[in-house]
């Protein structure tokens, strides 16, 4: 049942993610603000959820499957990379500067609230 309930948050989860990416793409923006956006807002997801929600299925539904489907460390490091071997240096620091102060600062706000 668990993994269950995990794979039915994944999918939702990685539809609204691609979703959101096709937007960006059709915009063609020269630096991964989606990406960008989604890891944050999914950091603030799985800590408001994870400082709420004491059900343990609910959490692996929420949390694990749909937090963990929605946000990519995966294309992270993709469009993180792209940005180096495109000599883009600058942009490269700052998407990763920023990915985690913001992604830590979302989770801490999300467990506040």
């Known amino acids: 049942m668990n993994v269950l ?11 609204f993610r691609n979703e959101l990416t096709a937007v960006s793409k059709k915009a063609k923006i ?9 890891n944050i807002l999914g950091s ?3 800590g ?3 400082a709420r929600i004491a059900d343990k299925r609910l959490l ?3 949390g694990t499957g749909l937090c ?3 946000t990519t460390f995966g294309t992270f490091n993709f469009e ?4 180096w071997f ?3 240096y600058l942009r490269c620091f700052v998407y990763f500067c920023s990915s985690y102060i913001f992604g830590i600062l979302g989770f801490i706000i999300g467990v506040t609230l």
């Not at 020269?30 to 989604?38: A, G, K, R, V």
């Not at 993180?80 to 940005?83: D, E, F, R, V, Y």
């Open 5 to 15: 309930l995990v794979a039915v948050g994944a999918t939702f989860g990685a539809y």
């Open 30 to 38: 020269d630096f991964p603000w989606m990406t960008l956006c989604i």
């Open 44 to 46: 603030f997801i799985l």
């Open 48 to 50: 408001l959820v994870s």
């Open 60 to 62: 692996l539904l929420l």
């Open 68 to 70: 963990g489907g929605f």
């Open 80 to 83: 993180l990379s792209q940005l």
């Open 86 to 88: 495109q000599k883009k």
